[in-house]
């Protein structure tokens, strides 16, 4: 039997690019949809027949009827949100029972972690992140330090009790001492998460060997990404990133499957850019351009609430993202947010000390001095929404996404969103024809060899 094909999800940019709407369209054609990194400071929104779901822990595969979801072992689990997503997924009438798994070798995040977070993006002298506040980047320190607490660690109520005790007692000192806040209670914490913990239990596998065996069964899997690759730890603007391996490596090793068994990777880019949070953004608008953009694109976390910064789309960016990520197939989402603009500026390079240069700084200082290079395009001032064929695009349209393709490094458009519905999506002949096969080579390069 030939192996299930595979395809991993990204995020080319700083997270929020539509990750969630185009899993959830290619879910029909997946048997099986896994997290891999991340937790619930993710927020990825999908919209069936207008209803609205926002979907922080639990992979979009779980809207789709007969798809398993998995949450992998790269992700951080804050139990208590966990089960308060699935039951309002169960409110819904989403079945999660029997086709949600959760790795037990992912990391916990426990209410000290959120308790050091929040204290110390408000210390004085401290980098202020602009986090989501939710515990993620202390979890993934604990991680690191090999302190941390797993799921599987979670249901021995021996070792949770133990583990509890003694990292109150640690976490309570230093958080007293660095940021005088108040002590949090070993005790009740324990009773919350031994509750929490029986009632996860149903849930908890070991997904490695899942979906390796779902894969070498001949089922299909699609690796969905949270952030984006500009905030990934190790490539993204650090310091003001995430604390996990957003881009497509991080799908590796948040999983437990081999990189040889991975086909393709479909980054997922806005027709503009979005950031929110602190740090760098060289194309950001701060006039009403920018107001204009977020208002149209309602652009606001679909976690937090905080308005989205907005600016122009970045090809520099675009193309180390693609370098990254090993891109093989591109996704423009909200190409409808700019139907109504005359004029379209694009970043083609970047300047920085008057010196046109292909590489992205990696130092801080570098970011601010950073001088973008536009190109304008012709607007189409045209409404796309509903536009389900790309020949049927505003001929403005079809070369604003041929001029993305060409500079974006190698990878070619596989699919383009004119809305946030399941219908609002266009694809290329060759990318819908190989997602509509079985054979395991979906990536063009490979094609094209
Ligand atoms: P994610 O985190 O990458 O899954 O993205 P979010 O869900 O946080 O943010 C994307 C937002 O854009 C959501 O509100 C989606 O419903 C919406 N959206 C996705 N694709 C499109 C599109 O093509 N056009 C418009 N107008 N909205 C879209
Ligand atoms: P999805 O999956 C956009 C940002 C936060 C902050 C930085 C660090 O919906 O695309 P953290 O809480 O992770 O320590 O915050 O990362 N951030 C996101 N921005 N989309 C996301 O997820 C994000 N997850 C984290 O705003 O700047
Ligand atoms: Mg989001």
Same mark, same amino acid.
């Given at each position: 039997?030939?192996?299930?094909?595979?395809?991993?999800?990204? %995020?080319?940019?700083?997270?929020?690019? %539509?990750?969630?709407?185009?899993?959830?369209?290619?879910?029909?054609?997946?048997?099986?949809?896994?997290?891999?990194?991340?937790?619930?400071?993710?927020?990825?929104t999908?919209?069936?027949?207008?209803?609205?779901?926002?979907?922080?822990?639990?992979?979009?595969?779980?809207?789709?009827?007969?798809?398993?979801?998995?949450?992998?072992?790269?992700?951080?689990?804050d139990?208590?949100?966990?089960l308060?997503?699935?039951?309002?997924?169960?409110?819904?009438?989403?079945?999660?029972?029997?086709?949600?798994f959760?790795?037990?070798?992912?990391?916990?995040?426990l209410?000290y972690?959120?308790?050091?977070e929040l204290?110390?993006?408000?210390?004085?002298?401290?980098?202020?992140?602009?986090?989501?506040?939710?515990?993620?980047?202390?979890?993934?320190?604990?991680?690191?330090?090999?302190?941390?607490?797993?799921?599987?660690?979670?249901?021995d109520l021996?070792?949770?009790?133990?583990?509890?005790?003694?990292?109150?007692?640690?976490?309570?000192?230093?958080a007293?001492?660095?940021?005088n806040?108040?002590?949090?209670d070993?005790?009740?914490?324990?009773?919350?998460?031994?509750?929490?913990?029986?009632?996860?239990?149903?849930?908890?596998?070991?997904?490695?060997?899942?979906?390796n065996r779902?894969?070498?069964?001949?089922?299909?899997?699609?690796?969905?990404?949270?952030?984006?690759?500009?905030?990934?730890?190790d490539?993204?603007? !650090?310091?003001?990133?995430?604390?996990?391996?957003?881009?497509?490596?991080?799908?590796?090793i948040?999983?437990?499957?081999?990189p040889?068994?991975?086909?393709?990777v479909?980054?997922?880019?806005?027709?503009?850019?979005?950031r929110?949070?602190?740090?760098?953004?060289?194309?950001?608008?701060?006039?009403?351009?920018?107001d204009?953009?977020?208002?149209k694109?309602?652009?606001? %976390?679909a976690?937090?609430?905080r308005?989205?910064?907005? %600016?122009?789309?970045?090809?520099?960016?675009?193309? !180390?993202?693609?370098?990254?990520?090993?891109?093989s197939?591109?996704?423009?989402?909200?190409?409808?947010?700019?139907?109504?603009?005359?004029?379209?500026?694009?970043?083609?390079?970047?300047k920085?000390?008057g010196?046109?240069?292909?590489?992205?700084?990696?130092?801080?200082?570098?970011?601010?001095k950073?001088?973008?290079? !536009?190109?304008?395009?012709?607007?189409?001032?045209?409404?796309?929404?509903?536009?389900?064929?790309m020949s049927?695009?505003?001929?403005?349209?079809r070369?604003?996404?041929?001029?993305?393709e060409?500079?974006?490094?190698?990878?070619?458009?596989?699919?383009?969103?004119?809305?946030?519905?399941?219908?609002?999506?266009?694809?290329?002949?060759?990318?819908s024809?190989?997602m509509?096969?079985?054979?395991?080579?979906?990536s063009?390069?490979?094609?094209?060899?």
């Amino acid at each position: 039997m030939s192996k299930g094909r595979t395809a991993i999800i990204v %995020g080319a940019q700083w997270g929020d690019e %539509g990750k969630g709407k185009i899993v959830d369209v290619l879910s029909e054609k997946f048997s099986i949809v896994a997290r891999y990194a991340g937790g619930h400071n993710a927020g990825h929104t999908v919209i069936i027949n207008g209803k609205r779901f926002v979907l922080q822990l639990v992979p979009c595969g779980v809207l789709r009827e007969g798809c398993r979801s998995v949450i992998g072992n790269g992700v951080v689990l804050d139990p208590i949100a966990f089960l308060k997503e699935v039951s309002a997924l169960r409110d819904a009438g989403v079945k999660v029972d029997g086709n949600l798994f959760v790795s037990n070798r992912a990391h916990v995040i426990l209410p000290y972690h959120r308790m050091i977070e929040l204290a110390s993006e408000n210390a004085p002298g401290r980098v202020k992140i602009g986090t989501t506040s939710r515990g993620i980047g202390p979890s993934y320190e604990d991680k690191a330090g090999r302190r941390g607490l797993r799921v599987t660690d979670l249901l021995d109520l021996n070792l949770l009790k133990k583990h509890i005790e003694n990292a109150c007692r640690e976490k309570n000192m230093i958080a007293h001492a660095l940021f005088n806040s108040e002590p949090l209670d070993a005790d009740r914490m324990y009773s919350e998460y031994a509750d929490a913990s029986h009632k996860l239990a149903p849930f908890v596998c070991d997904t490695a060997v899942l979906l390796n065996r779902a894969i070498a069964d001949g089922h299909s899997v699609m690796f969905e990404g949270a952030q984006g690759t500009m905030l990934d730890i190790d490539h993204g603007t !650090y310091p003001f990133v995430t604390s996990s391996s957003a881009t497509s490596g991080g799908a590796v090793i948040g999983t437990g499957v081999g990189p040889t068994a991975i086909d393709s990777v479909i980054g997922v880019s806005k027709a503009y850019c979005t950031r929110v949070g602190e740090g760098p953004f060289p194309t950001e608008l701060f006039d009403s351009m920018g107001d204009q953009i977020r208002k149209k694109g309602n652009e606001f %976390g679909a976690v937090t609430g905080r308005p989205r910064r907005c %600016g122009w789309l970045d090809l520099p960016l675009l193309r !180390y993202s693609g370098m990254i990520n090993g891109t093989s197939w591109l996704v423009v989402t909200k190409l409808d947010v700019l139907d109504e603009l005359a004029e379209i500026p694009v970043c083609v390079g970047f300047k920085v000390n008057g010196r046109e240069t292909g590489e992205i700084p990696a130092e801080a200082s570098c970011w601010n001095k950073i001088e973008c290079i !536009y190109k304008t395009m012709p607007g189409w001032r045209t409404p796309t929404q509903g536009i389900t064929a790309m020949s049927k695009l505003p001929k403005a349209a079809r070369e604003y996404l041929s001029f993305i393709e060409q500079e974006s490094g190698g990878a070619r458009i596989g699919m383009v969103s004119t809305g946030p519905g399941r219908d609002e999506t266009m694809f290329t002949d060759e990318f819908s024809e190989l997602m509509n096969s079985d054979v395991d080579a979906m990536s063009p390069a490979q094609e094209r060899s």
